[in-house]
């Protein structure tokens, strides 16, 4: 039996593990944790299982996207997505501030769009209480479960996993992502699996890529938490700005601990950063272009310490998505002053360079016969061009000792994380 589109996506490492054909069609899909392929969809091998599979690759973003709908005026626009505004801000509220990633915003305009009446819900990710170590896709309906969201969380997510449930409930929802997420949402309301009146905001956070399983157990190992505790607590940034990675567990005689915390250069850049899935390393939107809003760190503005008081740089990228920004900013709810369009070049460099290397990324799997994402209206070869000549060099050699070091031409078999 052919394998269905779904299975294949995976199998090719176009899966970004968003979860969207589970959300949508969860009797015949389910999400399982792979510790070393990530979060991915496993379809069921009936003909029930094929048919739906058969739907969900429409509203898949893995396998691609289609950019010429996005209003590109510039040059910058051409490189991030639209650009409407930009702002360098925080959160009012001190609580969200502290918690939050850098400034909080978007937790904060998370519970503006419920306080506002702009949204009934807003779909998220949050740990997963049992295991801290995985997230779960959740609807939060207040404040309490907005919190529960803050900080990033640098472990395999599914957030359109929540798309059954909004296109269900028939109510305006608020969907926060990774910018993969959001571009599976856009095609899941173009596709017509959700309405878009279901959909009241959606907000992008800016994305490097997401760690695995592995990764994080390799982070909980230099936090030198015992495999034997119970983990009750993992935060990977926040409360300060970009805050510690650190865990607190439960010993075998219940006695409650805390991990030394380590700084985000470490945590990120020392351990979670290389086990990145080849999907995120072929990525062309790591800062969210099919959102209304997204937001990320002002890196061009570093903070002096680990724990500092956060900054959030935003972006809209609609008109809905500048209105509900400069409510927030009227409403008191953000602090934030205009930044000029080009402040998120400045603010995220290695995004600007990974955009650029992607190009030479995907064709150079191609010419070898492996599979690549089709991302149709996005003006690759340009920002291609504008690397200096060593990055062009690395995007191509790079590329291929990587297929050969992971042995990218292997078909992706996922197994289910033991409990």
């Known amino acids: 039996?052919?394998?269905?589109?779904?299975?294949?996506?995976?199998?090719?490492?176009?899966?970004?593990?968003?979860?969207?054909?589970?959300?949508?069609?969860?009797?015949?899909?389910?999400?399982?944790?792979?510790?070393?392929?990530?979060?991915?969809?496993?379809?069921?091998?009936?003909?029930?299982?094929?048919?739906?599979?058969?739907?969900?690759?429409?509203?898949?973003?893995?396998?691609?996207?289609?950019?010429?709908?996005?209003?590109?005026?510039?040059?910058?626009?051409?490189?991030w997505g639209p650009v409407l505004a930009t702002w360098e801000g925080w959160a009012q509220d001190l609580e969200i501030r502290h918690k939050g990633s850098s400034g909080g915003a978007v937790t904060a305009l998370a519970e503006f769009a419920l306080t506002s009446?702009?949204?009934?819900?807003?779909?998220?990710?949050?740990?997963?209480?049992?295991?801290?170590?995985?997230?779960?896709?959740?609807?939060?309906?207040?404040?309490?479960?907005?919190?529960?969201?803050?900080g990033s969380r640098y472990a395999q997510a599914s957030a359109a996993e929540t798309l059954g449930a909004i296109a269900a409930q028939d109510q305006p929802m608020a969907f926060v992502g990774k910018p993969c997420d959001v571009a599976t949402v856009t095609k899941a309301i173009e596709a017509g699996a959700v309405p878009a009146r279901n959909i009241a905001l959606t907000i992008a956070i800016f994305c490097a890529g997401t760690p695995t399983l592995l990764a994080t157990q390799s982070l909980l190992d230099r936090l030198?938490?015992?495999?034997?505790?119970?983990?009750?607590?993992?935060?990977?940034?926040?409360?300060?700005?970009?805050?510690?990675?650190?865990?607190?567990?439960?010993?075998?005689?219940?006695?409650?601990?805390?991990?030394r915390g380590i700084p985000y250069a470490e945590g990120w850049g020392g351990i979670l950063q290389s086990s990145r899935r080849w999907r995120c390393r072929v990525c062309t939107d790591h800062s969210g272009a099919f959102a209304d809003i997204s937001v990320g760190d002002p890196?061009?503005?570093?903070?002096?310490?680990?724990?500092?008081?956060?900054?959030?740089?935003?972006?809209?990228?609609?008109?809905?998505?500048?209105?509900?920004?400069?409510?927030?900013?009227?409403?008191?709810?953000?602090?934030?002053?205009?930044?000029?369009?080009?402040?998120?070049?400045?603010?995220?460099?290695?995004?600007?360079?990974?955009?650029?290397?992607?190009w030479a990324r995907r064709l150079s799997t191609r010419v070898i016969g492996l599979s690549?994402?089709?991302?149709?209206?996005?003006?690759?070869?340009?920002?291609?061009?504008?690397?200096?000549?060593?990055?062009?060099?690395?995007?191509?050699?790079?590329?291929?000792k990587r297929v050969l070091r992971d042995r990218l031409w292997r078909s992706v078999r996922v197994s289910e994380t033991p409990q």
């Open 1 to 79: 039996m052919k394998k269905d589109p779904i299975s294949s996506a995976v199998a090719c490492n176009l899966c970004t593990g968003c979860g969207a054909c589970a959300g949508l069609f969860p009797d015949m899909i389910r999400m399982i944790d792979d510790p070393e392929n990530g979060r991915r969809p496993v379809v069921r091998k009936t003909p029930q299982g094929r048919l739906a599979a058969d739907k969900a690759i429409a509203v898949c973003a893995g396998v691609g996207s289609d950019w010429t709908a996005l209003q590109t005026r510039d040059h910058t626009d051409e490189e």
């Open 117 to 150: 009446g702009t949204a009934s819900g807003v779909a998220h990710i949050a740990a997963r209480r049992d295991d801290p170590r995985l997230n779960e896709a959740v609807i939060s309906l207040d404040r309490a479960g907005i919190m529960r969201g803050t």
């Open 224 to 259: 030198q938490v015992p495999k034997t505790a119970r983990l009750t607590d993992l935060r990977y940034r926040g409360n300060g700005w970009p805050g510690l990675m650190q865990a607190e567990w439960q010993d075998t005689d219940g006695t409650r601990r805390v991990s």
């Open 299 to 358: 890196w061009h503005a570093p903070p002096q310490g680990d724990t500092d008081a956060g900054r959030s740089l935003i972006v809209a990228r609609t008109e809905r998505g500048r209105a509900f920004v400069e409510q927030a900013i009227k409403a008191g709810v953000l602090i934030a002053e205009p930044r000029s369009r080009d402040v998120i070049a400045l603010a995220q460099p290695n995004l600007k360079a990974t955009h650029g290397a992607a």
């Open 372 to 400: 690549a994402p089709r991302d149709h209206g996005q003006k690759l070869v340009g920002l291609w061009l504008a690397l200096s000549t060593k990055q062009k060099i690395q995007s191509v050699l790079g590329t291929w």
